[in-house]
């Protein structure tokens, strides 16, 4: 069910954008605007304003959708279960967990030599 509403909602995404792309612009940038036809002048921008919000409506109905499914899946599961990693265990003081994961002060530093300012590593 989910890829269905996927690919419905990716093709609402490519016709709305050929829909905007066909529109008249004031600037003229990518409109058609040919000669006469059977559709012409405010009504062709009429039409296709119709068309863009029905396109604009059901591409916002099936990305709510999608999040209401994607909640649902992932509410009773976790990303670390799915990936086999075990969740730290806590033990109720979390000043004492969250030590015993950092590596020590001296470790996140590189070793000083004086009081001079550290160079940029040299290319050997």
């Not at 649902?72 to 990303?79: D, F, L």
């Not at 265990?89 to 300012?117: I, V």
Request: charged share 15%; glycine share 14%; proline share 6%.
């Amino acid at each position: 069910m989910e890829n269905v509403i996927l690919v419905v909602h990716l093709i609402l995404a490519i016709c709305l954008i050929g829909v905007v792309l066909l529109q008249r612009s004031e600037g003229g940038g990518l409109g058609l605007g040919g000669g006469g036809g059977v559709m012409t002048g405010r009504q062709a921008a009429t039409a296709l304003g119709k068309l863009t919000w029905a396109f604009a409506i059901a591409f916002l109905a099936t990305s709510i959708t999608l999040t209401i499914i994607a909640a649902q899946n992932s509410a009773s599961t976790s990303v670390l279960d799915r990936l086999g990693v075990e969740a730290p265990a806590e033990d109720g003081s979390e000043g004492d967990a969250g030590d015993a994961l950092l590596p020590p002060g001296s470790e996140l530093l590189p070793p000083s030599t004086g009081d001079a300012p550290a160079l940029p590593p040299r290319a050997d």
